[in-house]
């Protein structure tokens, strides 16, 4: 069993290798409330709450999270779901005060 150390130098390692930076193109079909589920699964996967980022997004780069950031937008914007999903956003604040 690789312990948490060892798995990141694996996923950087991974991450280095020749070619990862390279755009690919991919033709997706996706349910709009997948769209929504997957934003949802990015931002709390990026967000900074107190250090709770695995070790692996910890190794990863500001602009890696950022272009991932970005994706999640972008596939809100497609399925049409941008004003929705800011207006769930609403709702959950308002819920924590």
Known sequence: MLT???AVRVFDTIMSSPGMNEM???DLKISRKNVLLL???IGR???ENGGS????LQSTSKE???ELKQ????CLQRAGLTELNQKLSELGAGKKQ
């Open 64 to 66: 890696n999270a950022q």
């Open 45 to 47: 996967g990026i967000a």
């Open 71 to 74: 994706l999640s937008e972008e």
């Open 4 to 6: 948490e150390n060892d």
């Open 24 to 26: 690919v193109r991919m």
């Open 53 to 56: 980022l695995s070790a692996l």
């Open 39 to 41: 934003h949802h699964a």
